[in-house]
């Protein structure tokens, strides 16, 4: 079983500031790593999916990077309406999907 | 437009069944893996329940022999029959599309159905 594990818990950040969240996994996931941002009582919205392509309609300043065992979500620029939490998540063998457990992103 | 709609969610008792539905539109249903995806009150987000187009099926352990995942292409519609229920099952339940044809990651979610279990 691949865990994920995210880093940090919580990132407190001025808007306009560069935000850097990090996923790790237990074994290699190749480049099969996507990045999902959730609101208060909204579903997930993917982000980034196979470590650094942005999905349809979302913004430049986020960029997804990495390889292997460790890989980063970086918002250059921080807009208000981008504080929120962040899960990254992998494809595997078993269980079929799994999920990091999150990066709260609160305003400073 | 892709769109997911989650029903049937609903209050039931320890041990209690509930069946939700999740109705699709937008895209060739029949064509796409789709999954179950939970998210305990505060908590993060677990996969559940994914079953495929040639209608294979996955589950996590912790539903294992409780639920049972299923679809009807004709109506375009994917079910989550869950029996045992238990008070750890208490989570909103999402519906998720799995990218096509061989994505690693879910395009499209629903807006989620809360499932609580409860005495």
């Known amino acids: 079983e691949i865990v994920l594990t995210q880093s940090p818990a919580t990132l407190s950040l001025f808007p306009g500031e560069r935000a850097t969240l990090s996923c790790r996994a237990s074994?290699?996931?190749?480049?099969?790593l996507a990045w999902y941002q959730q609101k208060p009582g909204q579903a997930p919205r993917l982000l980034i999916y196979d470590t650094s392509n942005r999905a349809t309609g979302i913004p430049a300043r986020f960029s997804g990077s990495g390889s292997g065992t460790d890989f980063t979500l970086t918002i250059s620029s921080l807009e208000p309406e981008d504080f929120a939490v962040y899960y990254c998540?992998?494809?595997?063998?078993?269980?079929?999907?799994?999920f990091g457990q999150g990066t709260k992103l609160e305003i400073k | 437009e892709v769109q997911l709609v989650e029903s049937g969610g609903g209050l039931v008792q320890p041990g209690g069944s509930l069946r939700l539905s999740c109705a699709a539109s937008?895209?060739?249903?029949?064509?796409?893996?789709m999954s179950w995806v939970r998210q305990a009150p505060g908590k993060g987000l677990q996969w559940v329940s994914g079953?495929?187009?040639?209608?294979?099926?996955s589950y996590a352990d912790s539903v294992k022999g409780r639920f049972t995942i299923s679809r009807d292409n004709s109506m375009n519609t994917l079910y989550l029959q869950m029996n045992s229920l238990r008070d750890e099952d208490t989570a909103v339940y999402y519906c998720?599309?799995?990218?096509?044809?061989?994505?690693?990651?879910?395009?499209?979610w629903g807006q989620g159905a809360l499932v609580t279990v409860s005495s």
């Open positions: 079953i495929g187009s040639g209608y294979s099926t």
């Open positions: 937008g895209f060739t249903f029949s064509s796409n893996d």
């Open positions: 074994q290699s996931v190749n480049s099969y």
């Open positions: 998540q992998q494809r595997g063998n078993w269980p079929l999907y799994s």
């Open positions: 998720a599309k799995r990218a096509a044809p061989h994505g690693s990651y879910f395009d499209f």
